[in-house]
């Protein structure tokens, strides 16, 4: 069993940053590992959509068209924590963000149902 529990939303205005945090861990006695680590966003009344990924190996970052320039995927093994740099916000990045875990190998990462594990989610309001 893994858990994920996101830190670092808030309310932002226009133009400003934020990071969110997501923390990792396994039950107890267990090592956490996963294949990759990712970002996804719910903005009310829309479907989740993919925000960015990293391969837990840190050999590859993917962001959606949306956020590429602005937000930044990374991680810290040590800490078994992946962050997300968002920077100049719109408001329609407006969003529940929620961070998900895959355990096992995927065929794509930029995809929710390749991920087994998520987090309860994080709110990020951008006011205009």
């Known amino acids: 069993q893994v858990q994920l529990v996101e830190s670092g939303g808030g309310l932002v205005q226009a133009g400003g940053s934020l990071r969110l945090s997501c923390a990792a861990s396994?039950?107890?006695?267990?090592?956490?590992?996963?294949?990759?680590m990712g970002w996804f966003r719910q903005a009310a009344g829309k479907e989740r959509e993919f925000v960015a990924a990293?391969?837990?190996?840190?050999?590859?970052?993917y962001h959606a068209d949306s956020v590429k320039g602005r937000f930044t995927i990374s991680r810290d093994n040590a800490q078994n924590t992946v962050y997300l740099q968002m920077n100049s916000l719109k408001p329609e990045d407006t969003a529940v963000y929620y961070c998900?875990?895959?355990?096992?190998?995927?065929?794509?990462?930029?995809?929710?149902?390749?991920?087994?594990?998520w987090g309860q989610g994080t709110q990020v309001t951008v006011s205009s």
């Open positions: 396994a039950a107890s006695g267990r090592t956490f590992s996963s294949y990759a």
């Open positions: 990293i391969l837990w190996s840190g050999v590859a970052t």
């Open positions: 998900a875990a895959a355990t096992a190998a995927r065929r794509t990462v930029v995809v929710g149902t390749s991920y087994n594990y």
